[in-house]
Structure formats: structure tokens, C-alpha cells
């Protein structure tokens, strides 16, 4: 019994340090995201970086519409579209500071 809960103490540990190692390789100093009521992974986080970072030159409205699933917004009702909505331009806003901020660093 001891014996799992130690595992489950490790598992836990280490899943936090992995998130945390794949949040500094991307520069994000908040970690924290939420999108349609959904904690964002260090993984889903790191996807979205680099996507922000592929498209940093271009209009704003359409790049933070990059970000935006098609499927999850359509299934939301007006209340959460525009909380999405919102969300995903914090993201956005976010991540590009940390873009621009790791190219003037470079």
C-alpha cells in the first residue's frame, strides 16, 4: 500500500518537472492557460508557442484565429464563444511576448 502511494508521489513529481522543463524550453513564464474551461498542458502550450511563433508578422485577428479549434468553438454556447474567444487572445498575446522576447535574446 505504502509502496503505491510512494510511486504515485513519484509519477506525480516527475510529470510536474516535465511539464515544468517543457515550459522553460519555450521561455513561458505563467504555465498556466485556459481554453474552453480546459487547463492547457505544458505539451498544448508548447504546440501553441510554436505556432505563434510561425506566425508572429501577421495580422493579429487572424493569427489569434489560428488558435481558435473550429470543433470546440462551434460547440460552445455565446457566453463561452466569447470567453474562448478571449482566452485564446491572452494566449496569444501572451506566448508573442515570449516570442519576441527570445529573439531579442538570441
Known amino acids: 500500500m505504502a509502496h503505491d ?3 504515485t508521489i513519484k ?3 516527475t510529470k ?3 511539464e515544468n ?3 522553460k524550453a519555450i521561455r513561458s513564464t505563467s504555465g498556466i492557460f485556459i481554453l474552453a ?3 492547457l498542458t505544458a505539451d498544448e502550450i508548447a504546440a501553441c508557442y510554436y505556432s505563434v511563433e510561425a506566425f508572429t508578422d501577421e495580422d493579429e485577428l487572424k493569427a489569434v484565429g489560428k488558435l481558435i479549434n473550429e ?3 462551434n460547440g460552445l ?5 466569447e470567453r474562448y474567444v478571449l ?3 491572452n494566449l496569444y498575446s501572451e506566448l508573442k511576448k515570449e516570442v519576441l522576447r527570445h529573439r531579442k535574446n538570441a
Open 71 to 73: 470543433d470546440v468553438y
Open 37 to 39: 474551461g480546459k487547463r
Open 87 to 89: 482566452n485564446a487572445a
Open 11 to 13: 509519477a506525480r513529481i
Open 16 to 18: 510536474s518537472y516535465n
Open 5 to 7: 502511494i510512494f510511486k
Open 77 to 81: 454556447d455565446e457566453e463561452a464563444k
Open 21 to 23: 522543463a517543457k515550459l
